[in-house]
Nanobody
Framework: QLQASGGGLVQAGGSLRLSCVAS????????MGWYRQAPGKQRELVAT???????NYADSVKGRFAISGDVAKNAVYLRMNGLKPEDTAVYYC?????????WGQGTLVTVSS
Protein backbone atom coordinates (compact mmCIF):
# COMPACT_ATOMS: atom_id res chain seq x y z
CA GLN A 1 0.00 0.00 0.00
CA LEU A 2 3.03 2.27 0.38
CA GLN A 3 4.96 3.15 -2.74
CA ALA A 4 8.61 4.06 -2.20
CA SER A 5 10.64 5.73 -4.92
CA GLY A 6 13.73 7.84 -5.50
CA GLY A 7 16.47 5.28 -5.13
CA GLY A 8 19.25 4.86 -7.63
CA LEU A 9 22.95 4.85 -8.28
CA VAL A 10 24.92 7.84 -7.05
CA GLN A 11 28.57 8.64 -6.47
CA ALA A 12 29.93 9.14 -3.00
CA GLY A 13 29.17 12.64 -1.81
CA GLY A 14 26.03 12.84 -3.88
CA SER A 15 22.41 13.30 -2.85
CA LEU A 16 19.10 11.54 -3.28
CA ARG A 17 15.56 12.19 -2.10
CA LEU A 18 13.37 9.23 -1.28
CA SER A 19 9.60 9.48 -1.30
CA CYS A 20 6.94 7.20 0.14
CA VAL A 21 3.27 7.72 -0.60
CA ALA A 22 0.25 5.60 0.25
CA SER A 23 -1.78 4.34 -2.69
CA UNK A 24 -4.92 4.56 -0.56
CA UNK A 25 -5.68 6.88 2.31
CA UNK A 26 -4.52 5.72 5.72
CA UNK A 27 -6.16 7.47 8.63
CA UNK A 28 -4.67 8.34 11.98
CA UNK A 29 -1.00 8.01 11.04
CA UNK A 30 1.06 8.97 14.07
CA UNK A 31 4.52 7.69 13.19
CA MET A 32 6.57 7.49 10.01
CA GLY A 33 10.01 6.17 9.36
CA TRP A 34 12.70 4.97 7.02
CA TYR A 35 14.69 1.80 7.54
CA ARG A 36 17.37 0.13 5.47
CA GLN A 37 18.82 -3.30 4.93
CA ALA A 38 22.25 -3.80 3.45
CA PRO A 39 23.26 -7.14 1.91
CA GLY A 40 23.93 -9.70 4.62
CA LYS A 41 22.81 -7.38 7.39
CA GLN A 42 19.69 -6.90 9.47
CA ARG A 43 17.22 -4.14 8.78
CA GLU A 44 18.08 -1.03 10.76
CA LEU A 45 16.39 2.22 11.62
CA VAL A 46 17.50 5.24 9.61
CA ALA A 47 15.14 8.01 10.68
CA THR A 48 11.71 8.46 12.20
CA UNK A 49 9.25 11.30 12.64
CA UNK A 50 6.22 11.50 14.89
CA UNK A 51 2.89 13.24 14.36
CA UNK A 52 4.21 16.05 16.52
CA UNK A 53 7.27 16.49 14.31
CA UNK A 54 9.83 14.94 16.62
CA UNK A 55 12.61 13.30 14.66
CA ASN A 56 15.13 10.62 15.47
CA TYR A 57 18.15 9.54 13.44
CA ALA A 58 20.65 6.74 13.46
CA ASP A 59 24.03 8.05 14.55
CA SER A 60 25.50 7.07 11.19
CA VAL A 61 23.26 9.47 9.27
CA LYS A 62 22.94 12.41 11.66
CA GLY A 63 23.77 15.66 9.96
CA ARG A 64 23.50 14.12 6.48
CA PHE A 65 19.91 12.87 6.24
CA ALA A 66 16.66 14.70 6.90
CA ILE A 67 13.23 13.13 7.27
CA SER A 68 10.00 14.99 6.67
CA GLY A 69 6.41 13.95 6.51
CA ASP A 70 2.94 15.04 5.50
CA VAL A 71 0.34 13.08 7.43
CA ALA A 72 -2.54 14.54 5.42
CA LYS A 73 -0.99 13.22 2.23
CA ASN A 74 0.22 9.96 3.79
CA ALA A 75 3.69 10.86 2.56
CA VAL A 76 7.13 10.64 4.10
CA TYR A 77 10.39 11.78 2.57
CA LEU A 78 14.08 11.26 3.21
CA ARG A 79 16.62 13.73 1.94
CA MET A 80 20.07 12.15 1.83
CA ASN A 81 23.16 14.28 1.40
CA GLY A 82 26.81 13.38 1.58
CA LEU A 83 26.12 9.79 0.66
CA LYS A 84 28.75 7.20 1.48
CA PRO A 85 29.30 3.69 0.09
CA GLU A 86 28.19 2.30 3.45
CA ASP A 87 24.76 3.87 2.86
CA THR A 88 24.18 1.31 0.10
CA ALA A 89 21.06 -0.64 1.00
CA VAL A 90 17.43 -1.23 0.22
CA TYR A 91 15.47 1.53 1.94
CA TYR A 92 12.02 0.80 3.32
CA CYS A 93 9.42 3.26 4.47
CA UNK A 94 6.88 2.66 7.20
CA UNK A 95 3.78 4.49 8.32
CA UNK A 96 1.96 3.52 11.49
CA UNK A 97 -1.28 4.04 13.27
CA UNK A 98 -1.92 2.97 16.85
CA UNK A 99 -3.03 -0.44 15.63
CA UNK A 100 -1.20 -1.20 12.41
CA UNK A 101 2.10 -0.72 10.62
CA UNK A 102 2.34 -0.33 6.86
CA TRP A 103 5.50 -0.98 4.86
CA GLY A 104 6.65 -0.02 1.41
CA GLN A 105 8.27 -2.41 -1.01
CA GLY A 106 11.75 -0.90 -0.73
CA THR A 107 13.87 1.20 -3.03
CA LEU A 108 17.52 0.42 -3.74
CA VAL A 109 20.18 3.01 -3.07
CA THR A 110 23.65 2.25 -4.39
CA VAL A 111 26.55 4.57 -3.59
CA SER A 112 29.73 4.08 -5.59
CA SER A 113 33.14 5.10 -4.28
Amino acid sequence: QLQASGGGLVQAGGSLRLSCVASESIFSINFMGWYRQAPGKQRELVATITLGGNTNYADSVKGRFAISGDVAKNAVYLRMNGLKPEDTAVYYCSQRTTYEAYWGQGTLVTVSS
